[in-house]
């Protein structure tokens, strides 16, 4: 089992930068697939990005690829998400997530930080 804290949200400018971090409990983290997911008030909760355990492989969300960039620090136990040219609708709880198989549903991650806001100003 693993357990995930989140940290890093706030408020920015469209057009700002956050990088986001995702601190791990548990030796066994180098083991498992990591992702990012948010949710805004009232929408269901979207695939951001993927990493795969040994930080090789990564997937993107269409609306974040070219801007957010995942990455990790298995020495560290953490996973960060760096967001770039930030824009309004990017406005949402981010959660990091641990799984044992890769993809990108929140019904195949297990493991649940409880969320951090980023919120965008136009």
């Known amino acids: 089992q693993v357990q995930l804290i989140e940290s890093g949200g706030g408020l920015v400018q469209a057009g700002g930068s956050l990088r986001l971090s995702c601190a791990a409990s548990?030796?066994?983290?180098?083991?498992?697939?990591m992702g990012w997911f948010r949710q805004a008030p009232g929408k269901e909760r979207y695939f951001v990005a993927t990493?795969?355990?040994?930080?090789?492989?990564?997937y993107y969300a269409d609306s974040v690829k070219g801007r957010f960039t995942i990455s990790r620090d298995n020495a560290k136990n953490t996973v960060f998400l760096q967001m770039n040219s930030l824009k309004p609708e990017d406005t949402a709880v981010y959660y990091c997530a641990a799984a044992t198989v890769t993809g990108s549903s929140p019904n195949q991650y297990p493991y649940w930080g409880q969320g951090t806001q980023v919120t965008v100003s136009s």
């Open positions: 990493i795969n355990w040994n930080g090789d492989s990564t």
């Open positions: 548990g030796r066994a983290f180098r083991v498992y697939t």
